[in-house]
């Protein structure tokens, strides 16, 4: 699966952005998709992940409320938006792939198979 991520820009506090994730190679329904962040000087941070298989959606505590993730197999893009944004939701925004993981994996940087280039969110105070 090849991943292209878009629609990072500057946004100030309390607007919202929607990243985009364009999916190709193979069958986008059998894959579950997440997204993680990554701030300078920190580590890779998971966000949010959707399940292929039921369609159960996780999040990160600090994001759950805020930020909606999605797809439209039709068009083999999933989706993040991101709505009432702080400025530590400022990072590099990576999405993620693979076909076979279990929701308690999710978390984990290292058990996503196929990443995205990354698009930066900078959210001004």
């Known amino acids: 699966v090849q991943l292209q991520a878009s629609g990072g820009g500057l946004v100030q506090a309390g607007g919202s952005l929607r990243l985009s994730c364009a999916a190709s190679?193979?069958?986008?329904?059998?894959?579950?998709m997440g997204w993680f962040r990554q701030a300078p000087g920190k580590e890779r941070e998971f966000v949010a992940a959707?399940?292929?298989?039921?369609?159960?959606?996780y999040y990160k505590d600090s994001v759950r409320g805020r930020f909606t993730i999605s797809r439209d197999n039709a068009k083999n893009t999933g989706y993040l938006q991101m709505n009432s944004l702080k400025p530590e939701d400022t990072a590099v925004y990576y999405c993620?792939?693979?076909?076979?993981?279990?929701?308690?994996?999710?978390?984990?940087?290292?058990?996503?198979?196929?990443w995205g280039q990354g698009t930066l969110v900078t959210v001004s105070s």
């Open positions: 993620a792939a693979r076909t076979e993981l279990s929701p308690g994996a999710y978390s984990y940087p290292s058990n996503w198979r196929f």
């Open positions: 959707l399940s292929w298989t039921d369609s159960s959606t």
């Open positions: 190679g193979r069958t986008f329904t059998s894959v579950h």
